[in-house]
């Protein structure tokens, strides 16, 4: 599968921002999916799941009540929504696809088989 990340750009902290994740082939809706991002000079991190059927998800504790990962099988897409967000929310974000994840959403970067090529969010504050 072939993802494609799209979305991000500048937002004020306390704004909000939707990121997208298109993907090609027919099965998507097998995968469960997960945002990660990363931070210049910092290791890249877990940020949200959710499971092939939207059925189960989880996130970092530091997105906690903020941020909203969703999915729509039919338009092979899984979407960040991301509500008040802060200045330490700024990275490069990336979607992935995880093939062995059934029943719960893994938050290990080598779960995930597929990535994408990331998009940048900047929070300003």
């Known amino acids: 599968v072939q993802l494609q990340a799209s979305g991000g750009g500048l937002v004020q902290a306390g704004g909000s921002l939707r990121l997208s994740c298109a993907a090609s082939?027919?099965?998507?809706?097998?995968?469960?999916m997960g945002w990660f991002r990363q931070a210049p000079g910092k290791e890249r991190e877990f940020v949200a799941g959710?499971?092939?059927?939207?059925?189960?998800?989880i996130y970092a504790d530091s997105v906690q009540e903020r941020f909203t990962i969703s999915r729509d099988n039919a338009k092979n897409t899984v979407y960040l929504q991301m509500n008040s967000p802060k200045p330490e929310d700024t990275a490069v974000y990336y979607c992935a696809a995880d093939s062995g994840s059934l029943y719960y959403p893994s938050d290990q970067l080598d779960a995930y088989d597929f990535w994408g090529q990331g998009t940048q969010v900047t929070v300003s504050s």
């Open positions: 959710i499971t092939w059927n939207g059925g189960s998800t």
């Open positions: 082939g027919r099965t998507f809706s097998t995968y469960a």
